[in-house]
């Protein structure tokens, strides 16, 4: 199963996710409260896939996703953000992140996001 790191900055939705992935096998090897963090903890763990929420303190999910795909332009990163962000989102979608879920969501649609972006 794949190596998930978990960028968000509501401890709620990050222990929504854990529960989610844990519960198809998946291993979470670290979480973020923002993008900075995210990113350290991306070039320390070189996680199979992100999750990562788009508005948060320090650095928000689209720079920090830019800064990952820096690195990794083939990094598989998966944005979970709050619905009324088209914007964001094709913003996000145009710097390099795979697919986009809003909230609030059914696990089902984590789970089948996470299987299309590790094919």
Do not use: W
Not at 34 to 45: C, I
Not at 54 to 62: C, K, L, N, S, V
């Amino acid at each position: 199963m794949a190596k998930v790191l978990i960028i968000d900055d509501s401890k709620m939705s990050r222990r929504m996710l854990r529960t989610i992935l844990e519960g198809i096998g998946h291993e979470i090897v670290g979480e973020a409260g923002n993008g900075e963090e995210g990113l350290t903890l991306y070039k320390e763990l070189t996680p199979d896939v992100v999750t990562m929420d788009i508005t948060m303190p320090e650095m928000d999910g689209i720079k920090c996703l830019q800064e990952i795909r820096g690195i990794d332009p083939a990094a598989k990163v998966l944005m979970v953000t709050a619905a009324g962000q088209a914007s964001k989102l094709m913003e996000a979608l145009k710097s390099g992140a795979k697919d986009f879920i809003c909230k609030p969501y059914e696990p089902e649609q984590i789970i089948n996001a996470v299987k299309e972006v590790l094919k």
